[in-house]
């Protein structure tokens, strides 16, 4: 083994010694860092561990730092901001949850870390956490009151949907659609409905059909799928664009068990996309079958109003007829009463009971004695008939006669 002998009275060492065995073959930090990291690294293949949340920070470039501890240790954690926008919100303090990483050193500071890659919290922690954070914040701003729910048009002609061209989402609802009438016209607008960029895609496609304004309903939906692959219509940013469209909407994401932000602020939510296509579009057939509904309801409703018409014009019928036979009543007893005034007062009447009026020739009546001149013809009409007289020398009335008072004044005038 070739040697060398180092300046002054230092020891002897190999020429071709390890780094670092020796002042000389000193490494620098760095390379220690980097070469335990390579170590590490190497001896801990990717896993999972079981732990408790404990010192969580969120740096404000997107990093999560924290520590996971059970009772006897912790390792300091980290996730990478790449892998933080993968995660549907934060871990709480003190939250129980599964890691997958791998144990790493980081050369800058020498630390030893454990890099996570996945998160999840048990008893799915993470995603009730993420809904509830964005229900919230959705429901402060009126989002999922009941009354901003706009209902659907009953008769759409053009409907907008929005899904995933290669999904089974969208053979269900041009099948069913089809089935129940040809008529409405399906404009698919193509989004991606899982995995990365899907809720930027969303948002677009909800976009574009707000923009192009020519639909009158709007389907946004999925078939099933895991929590992950159907989480892109829990995200806030697509919630809130499908809250905005100025159509109607229907959400239909998933199986009936599954519940989305965007199924909570659509103005109906569907079970699936076969019962979304079934709100949307009208059967002919049940069309059919409601407008002869419709028929019979009118025709029997218009019987009823003719029997009621005709039942009240027989009850005004009755009370006109009453009301005239009063009122004949009334006036023929008033009739009868004018009658027996006009009888009593009649000089016919006078006439019966054995009185006569004297007239002139010419018709004037002579009322007193005064306006007789002797030899002068005049007529004298009883009940019966006229008779023609010669008037003679006039006399006084016979004692105990006394003249009526009108008499007088008759004289008086002549």
Not at 72 to 77: G, L
Not at 106 to 134: C, H
Not at 180 to 192: G, N, Q, T, W, Y
Not at 215 to 225: Q, S, T, W
Request: hydrophobic share 45%; glycine share 8%; with cysteine.
């Amino acid at each position: 083994m070739a040697s060398r002998r180092t300046s002054g009275s230092g020891p002897t060492v190999a020429a071709d010694a390890a780094p670092g065995a020796s002042p000389d073959a000193a490494i620098a930090v760095h390379t220690l860092t980097t070469a335990a990291k390579d170590l590490i690294e190497g001896a801990f293949p990717p896993l999972w561990v079981r732990g408790e949340v404990t010192n969580f920070k969120a740096h404000r470039n997107g990093h999560w730092y924290f520590s996971l501890r059970d009772a006897e240790a912790q390792v300091n954690c980290v996730i990478w901001s790449s892998a933080a926008r993968r995660l549907p919100a934060p871990p709480d303090e003190g939250m129980q949850v599964l890691a997958f990483g791998q144990m790493t050193v980081w050369p800058v500071r020498g630390d030893l870390q454990f890099s996570v890659r996945q998160l999840e919290a048990e008893g799915d922690g993470l995603w009730r956490k993420a809904l509830e954070r964005t229900r919230l914040r959705l429901e402060r701003d009126g989002l999922l009151d009941p009354a901003r729910k706009r209902p659907l048009p009953v008769f759409p002609r053009r409907i907008a949907v929005i899904t995933s061209p290669d999904g089974a989402a969208l053979h269900d609802i041009v099948s069913v659609s089809r089935a129940r009438s040809a008529d409405v016209e399906l404009v698919i607008v193509p989004a991606k409905v899982q995995g990365e960029g899907a809720p930027d895609s969303l948002v677009a496609a909800i976009d574009q059909c707000a923009r192009w304004g020519d639909a009158d309903l709007l389907i946004i939906g999925r078939g099933g799928g895991s929590r992950e692959d159907l989480w892109a219509f829990n995200d806030e940013r697509v919630a809130r664009a499908l809250a905005a469209s100025p159509i109607p909407t229907i959400s239909a994401v998933g199986h009936e068990v599954d519940i989305s932000m965007c199924d909570l602020v659509a103005d109906v939510r569907a079970a699936t996309p076969s019962a979304a296509a079934e709100l949307a579009v009208p059967s002919r057939r049940e069309i059919t079958a409601r407008v002869a509904a419709l028929g019979k309801r009118l025709a029997a409703a218009a019987r009823r109003r003719e029997d009621r018409a005709v039942a009240a014009l027989a009850q005004v019928r009755k009370r006109l007829g009453l009301a005239a036979t009063r009122l004949v009543e009334r006036r023929r007893a008033r009739v009868e009463t004018v009658a027996g005034q006009l009888h009593a007062l009649s000089p016919l009447t006078t006439l019966a009971r054995g009185f006569a009026v004297a007239r002139t020739p010419e018709g004037a009546t002579l009322s007193g004695s005064r306006q007789f001149v002797a030899g002068a013809p005049f007529a004298l009409w009883l009940h019966d008939g006229i008779v023609d007289a010669v008037a003679g020398v006039r006399r006084p009335l016979p004692a105990g006669f006394a003249a009526p008072a009108d008499a007088s004044i008759d004289e008086e005038r002549a």
